[in-house]
């Protein structure tokens, strides 16, 4: 049996027909960027998260650098952010010339609330919280930690749609929560597509008017903006699979649920669960310290893995100039030396899953 790492076909077919209703609807419709697909989305997942407004972007990497502009953060200022992290994340510190200031991750993954207070400077400005692989952060420590030092308080939500900690959804936490809708997110498009969310009607509204070369009423510019709108197909089709992301979730939670029950191999760690927190499983990351071994074992059956992710931020080649060396995060280097998301797809089969269960425990 093959097994690839994501099938995001299984995902189309499961609503073919609505998803193909929506496509011929928009392309007939004479109207293709920012219309009413586009506002219905923004409302829908707006009441989904719980935040006051959406606006809809081109990318999830958008919604990060265009939160940290609208929130009038550059150069000279700090940004605190895990140093485990996709490297889009960081970029979008580092495009509107902000410095990351990087935080090792804790046995979940996420930013070590703990070791945030000592990276505080008088340059910081605001916290980058990352929900990777789909488990919420420690969200208690982190809003009384930016409350206290009056920092903003931004979420990359890329992976976490849905995700809660305290049953309140990430994303709402702070200032801004960023989302990615590229295909293989939790939440996937046909195409590139993000947006942002917040409560804060200013923000909402500088973030609207910044997405539209900074033009509220066409041909008057307000600012210098960009050219990241969402455009009407995506929202249609995202609208779509919002109507049934509780059972994409629940779906996600249930293999993983029996990955976690069912896994039992002495080299291979599973992932461990927060308190308080939920996690949406945008990947299940095993920490397995043969991981060569491993790969080469599974791709042997037909098993197919990602490592998310082999090369940490700091040591990229693009953050060269920030001065970093191998064994500045040790903890960061570690976990990029032994991560492995094993298949995980809406759509997955039972005997899919088995055969994924029964090669690894025989590894
Ligand atoms: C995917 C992702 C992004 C970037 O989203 P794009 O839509 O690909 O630009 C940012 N942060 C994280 C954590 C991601 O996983």
Not at 152 to 171: I, K, P, W, Y
Not at 240 to 252: F, G, S
Request: a negative charge; aromatic letters at 10%.
């Amino acid at each position: 049996m093959k097994i690839m790492p994501n099938r995001l076909d299984r995902g189309f077919y499961k609503y073919q027909e609505e998803f193909e209703t929506k496509a011929i609807d928009v392309l007939r419709s004479g109207w293709y960027v920012l219309g009413k697909e586009v506002d219905a989305f923004e409302k829908e997942f707006a009441a989904y998260t719980g935040a006051k407004h959406c606006i809809g972007l081109a990318s999830g990497l958008d919604a990060l650098w265009i939160a940290f502009r609208i929130l009038g953060i550059g150069k000279g200022d700090e940004v605190i952010v895990q140093a485990n992290t996709y490297i889009a994340s960081v970029m979008g510190i580092t495009i509107n010339g902000a410095t990351p200031v990087f935080v090792e991750p804790d046995e979940y993954n996420n930013i070590d609330a703990t070791k945030i207070e000592e990276k505080i400077t008088d340059k910081t400005k605001a916290v980058l919280v990352v929900h990777l692989y789909g488990q919420a952060s420690n969200m208690d420590s982190i809003v009384a930690l930016t409350k206290k030092h009056n920092l903003r308080l931004v979420e990359d939500c890329a992976q976490s749609h849905g995700a809660c900690f305290n049953g309140q959804m990430t994303g709402t936490f702070g200032d801004i929560g960023c989302f990615s809708f590229y295909p293989s997110k939790n939440l996937g498009a046909f195409g590139d597509a993000g947006a942002i969310v917040t409560n804060n009607d200013k923000l909402a509204e500088d973030a609207r008017i910044f997405r539209n070369y900074g033009s509220e009423k066409r041909y008057h510019n307000k600012v210098v903006g960009a050219n990241s709108r969402l455009d009407e197909l995506q929202a249609g089709l995202l609208r779509v699979r919002l109507r049934h992301i509780k059972e994409l979730t629940i779906e996600r939670q249930k293999i993983c649920e029996r990955y976690l029950r069912e896994l039992n191999h002495n080299k291979i760690e599973l992932p461990l669960l927060r308190d308080n927190a939920t996690t949406v499983w945008h990947q299940f990351v095993i920490h397995c310290a043969k991981r060569q071994c491993l790969i080469e074992y599974l791709n042997v059956r037909e098993i197919g893995t990602i490592i998310h992710y082999p090369i940490p931020p700091h040591l990229s080649e693009a953050y060269a100039y920030l001065g970093y060396k191998k064994g500045s995060f040790p903890i960061t280097e570690k976990y990029a030396d032994e991560v492995l998301s094993i298949p995980l797809y809406n759509g997955m089969t039972e005997e899919e899953q088995s055969y994924v269960i029964n090669v690894l425990n025989e590894f």
